[in-house]
């Protein structure tokens, strides 16, 4: 069977949260993880209700099982659960708008997705009907090492 995904390729698990810098300080204290920068971007975002450019901002640990943490947008997918729940788990994929659509067949629904020069492109949130959300990462676009970009953010 082809799977639209490989358990191998899960690198992070996301958490959405109302203060990016509060919640960084917050698992260093209690678990002793280090952060990459904190990074922050405009992106246009198609999402159910339409396109629109929001500022992503987010950091991952620079400790094994990645976190991501991600600043809350409200009114977005980017809502921070009441009692900070995870939020997603992360996949690296080849393409994005292949694995998205393979991922819908299987009944996720296409929740948000980046958008460049009008297609889905880099990264796309999909969701199943039981409440697991799945991020996509296109792996040669975004991320083609792991590591090397989570050391390329670590502060000097």
Known sequence: MNHPLRASDLFHT????PDLEASKNAMSEVAGYRWTETM???LPVRMADGER???LEYCYSLDGPHIELVQAIPGTPWTASPRGATHHL???????????KLLEESG???EACAVI????SIFAYLLDPSGVRIEIVERARMLPDFDAYLRSHTPR
């Open 14 to 17: 996301g958490i959405v949260v």
């Open 40 to 42: 922050a971007g405009e």
């Open 53 to 55: 450019v929001l500022r």
């Open 90 to 100: 992360g996949y690296f994929c080849d393409d994005v708008p292949i694995t998205a």
């Open 108 to 110: 996720f629904l296409l």
């Open 117 to 120: 020069d009008g297609a889905p």
